[in-house]
């Protein structure tokens, strides 16, 4: 078997999901390519696993101080790029699509009559998840955005019955030692906010150790605050050991905080609809705090707060590959079951 993997890459939950799938999949004997759209390709970074993959402009989003801005994301579109990008994708070769909510090899597919499998958070949220109800338009807008004849959403419970629990790399599972002397810290990830504000935020504790990830070359530290450049080695490392991580409400760093057992301070990026019921789902189960604004005091609160405790939860990637080598042709329902019953949190 043959299939082409498309994955969004305007954020790294997208990666991280085929990151861990990727081995899963060669174990099964299946031969994969991959495409990735939505960020420019020179801000990738070590993407050596995936070979000598495909890019494309695809579509994402504009952002500026933790809000998405509508008009700029739609200045910035290329419908016309995108589908001479869909015409010119030549799936002939392919057995399957598995498109992480990448709509140039999703509608590739749809357009050649390929079998099709969209694997992404976007296609659990045409659900009412966690009692909130969905937007009446959620539904059709995922669909039209990256179509798949099978559709596998992720989530962190089994509430409906093709749900499938997250997608974690094996990197961000396994023990890592503490560092010797290391003294507590709070991992801080908020890449959509203005990074002095973020800063200034933070300098308000100053008896706290603040690690926070961020878009630079070299590490440097400003008072209590320790600036480190994003890196997939030393991030997993201090989300082990940390005391508590503050980031954005993405789905991919949520999941590894649960599963570690960090107690959770989200800020959702403003109009951006998965971040909002990501945020209202973690509240609603008691495993985070949110906030919208840098409130010293709301901080204070958070760091006061005891530690959480770890939420595991079952690894669907086997399964998953599986599924995929036989064609999918059982039903999801019965992926998802199967996946979910070797659960110890229900």
């Known amino acids: 078997m043959k299939i ?5 890459a305007t954020g790294n939950g997208h990666i991280t999901r085929a990151r861990a799938l990727l081995p899963e999949l060669l174990q099964q004997g ?37 809000k998405v801005k509508r008009f700029a994301t739609l200045q910035q579109l290329k419908p016309l790029v995108f589908w001479r990008d869909v015409r010119q994708l030549d799936l002939s070769g392919y057995d399957l699509v598995l498109t992480d909510f990448e709509p140039v090899t999703a509608w590739a597919a749809k357009r050649q009559g390929v079998l099709s499998v969209g694997l992404a958070r976007q296609y659990a949220l045409r659900y009412p998840l966690a009692g909130k109800q969905s937007a009446f338009w959620l539904n059709t807008a995922v669909q039209c955005f990256a179509p798949a004849q099978h559709m596998l959403g992720v989530h962190w419970q089994p509430d409906y019955p093709d749900l499938l629990p997250p997608l974690l790399t094996q990197t961000s599972l396994q023990p890592y030692p503490a560092e010797p002397g290391q003294r507590p810290f709070i991992l801080v990830y908020l890449p959509f906010e203005d990074t002095s504000v973020v800063i200034n935020w933070l300098k308000h504790y100053p008896s706290w150790h ?90 204070q609160h958070w760091l006061a707060r005891p530690a959480a405790t770890a939420y595991p939860l079952p690894e669907p990637a086997k399964a998953i590959a599986r599924w995929l080598k036989q064609g999918c042709s059982v039903p999801v329902s019965e992926l998802a079951t199967s996946i979910w019953q070797g659960s110890r949190t229900l």
């Open 210 to 299: 603040f690690k926070l990830y961020s878009n630079i070359s070299e590490l440097r530290s400003e008072q209590n605050v320790t600036l480190l450049p994003l890196s997939r080695n030393a991030f997993p490392r201090d989300l082990q050991h940390c005391s508590g991580v503050i980031c954005n409400s993405g789905f991919g760093l949520c999941s590894e905080a649960l599963i570690a057992g960090k107690k959770l301070l989200i800020k959702p990026l403003q109009g951006q609809t998965e971040q909002a019921y990501n945020s209202y789902t973690l509240v609603k189960m008691g495993k985070a705090q949110q906030f919208n604004t840098f409130n010293p005091e709301l901080l």
């Open 30 to 66: 299946i031969e994969v390519d991959f495409m990735f759209s939505g960020r420019p390709k020179a801000k990738l970074f070590d993407m050596e696993m995936f070979g000598h993959y495909r890019w494309a402009n695809g579509f994402t989003f504009t952002t500026a101080r933790g």
């Open 4 to 8: 082409l993997y498309g994955v969004q």
